[in-house]
């Protein structure tokens, strides 16, 4: 049966509950690039409040580095046609962590970008598509986030208990690239195929 709100809007469970999670190509760099504006915006508050370019936008560098190289993974989460956040992810294989220390796991992927647009955040819609990355790449994961970022914090911290209760680690690791800016948190476990274990965190 449907949970309709008055105003014939899906409720929050049935709204995370039709999101849909799948692959991005270079078909969707131009919507990418737009929500790239809005996570890159919301980060700044926790990265040293580093201001957009002259041109009011902020770089997309990144982003466009991941189109055609396997080493990258895009993912591109809709709401009905409307996209409503996605996720970078950086597979590796023997390379070292993220951050480039050198430090990382073996094998496994490290999700470099994650958003989920504000209307729909705290309702399941982040917990549902985290669920189906981490399921599209089974193994070990790291996750990095911000401390003063609390929603994220708590949101990883979870995502990171559904996926291997208990047997999660965390740890600091500086930013070399953003001088006076506090160490981010990196969180490590294992996924297994079906990505995180029934929690009914919803986020």
Same mark, same amino acid.
């Not at 080493?71 to 023997?94: I, T």
């Not at 669920?131 to 986030?145: C, N, T």
């Not at 297994?192 to 919803?202: A, D, E, M, P, T």
């Given at each position: 049966? /449907?949970?309709?709100? /008055?105003? &014939?809007?899906?409720?929050?469970?049935?709204?995370?509950?039709?999101?849909?999670?799948?692959?991005?190509? /270079?078909?969707?760099?131009?919507? *990418?690039?737009? !929500? =790239?504006? !809005? %996570?890159?915006?919301?980060?700044?508050?926790?990265?040293?409040? %580093?201001?957009?370019?002259?041109?009011?936008?902020?770089?997309?560098?990144?982003?466009?580095?991941?189109?055609?190289?396997?080493?990258?993974? *895009?993912?591109?989460?809709?709401?009905?046609?409307?996209?409503?956040? $996605?996720?970078?992810?950086?597979?590796?294989? &023997?390379?070292?962590?993220?951050?480039?220390?050198?430090?990382?796991?073996?094998?496994?992927?490290? *999700?470099?970008?994650? %958003?989920?647009?504000? &209307? !729909?955040?705290?309702?399941?819609?982040?917990?549902?598509?985290?669920?189906?990355? !981490?399921?599209?790449?089974?193994?070990?994961?790291?996750?990095?986030?911000?401390?003063?970022?609390?929603?994220?914090?708590? %949101? =990883?911290?979870?995502?990171? /208990?559904?996926?291997?209760?208990?047997? =999660?680690?965390?740890?600091?690791?500086?930013?070399?690239?953003?001088?006076?800016?506090?160490?981010?948190? =990196?969180?490590? $476990?294992?996924?297994?195929?079906?990505?995180?274990?029934?929690?009914?965190?919803?986020?």
């Amino acid at each position: 049966m /449907e949970r309709r709100m /008055e105003d &014939g809007r899906m409720d929050a469970q049935e709204t995370a509950d039709a999101i849909v999670v799948r692959g991005a190509g /270079e078909a969707d760099r131009a919507v *990418l690039q737009r !929500l =790239w504006q !809005l %996570f890159r915006h919301d980060l700044a508050a926790y990265q040293g409040g %580093f201001p957009p370019g002259p041109g009011g936008l902020y770089g997309t560098e990144r982003l466009d580095a991941a189109f055609g190289n396997p080493d990258r993974a *895009l993912f591109l989460f809709l709401s009905g046609p409307s996209p409503v956040g $996605f996720a970078l992810v950086r597979v590796l294989d &023997g390379g070292g962590a993220e951050d480039g220390s050198g430090s990382g796991p073996a094998s496994g992927a490290v *999700l470099s970008a994650f %958003f989920v647009v504000r &209307g !729909l955040r705290r309702g399941g819609v982040g917990m549902r598509a985290v669920r189906e990355v !981490l399921a599209a790449h089974p193994g070990r994961w790291e996750i990095p986030f911000q401390e003063a970022n609390t929603g994220a914090a708590r %949101f =990883w911290r979870r995502v990171a /208990e559904g996926a291997a209760p208990g047997a =999660w680690t965390e740890e600091p690791r500086g930013v070399p690239v953003r001088l006076g800016v506090p160490p981010d948190r =990196w969180i490590a $476990f294992r996924a297994g195929s079906g990505g995180l274990v029934g929690s009914g965190i919803r986020t």
